[in-house]
């Protein structure tokens, strides 16, 4: 059997100064595949199994919605 999983990170800043606590979503089509909260430095990690174009959502900010791939 082969699986496949994509990381996704990064760091969340606003105005040079990082979200912390904030809460991060990863979706698909409608679908919540992973969510996860950035540490005190904005930092943020998830794995999915999905592949392809995910959505990576930053809760409580409008707007705040971007596209991204996991291979």
């Known amino acids: 059997m082969t699986a ?3 990381e ?4 969340l800043k606003k105005d040079g100064k990082p979200l912390a606590k904030q809460e991060v979503k990863i979706t698909q089509n409608g ?7 950035t540490d ?3 930092f943020f ?3 999915i199994k999905q592949v392809g174009q995910v ?3 930053v809760t409580g900010y409008e707007g ?3 596209s991204v ?3």
């Open 4 to 6: 496949f999983a994509g």
């Open 8 to 11: 996704i990170y990064g760091t």
């Open 31 to 37: 679908t919540v595949l992973a969510t996860t909260v």
């Open 40 to 42: 005190d430095n904005g």
């Open 45 to 47: 990690s998830m794995t």
């Open 55 to 57: 959505k990576l959502e």
């Open 64 to 66: 705040a919605v971007f």
């Open 69 to 71: 791939f996991s291979t």
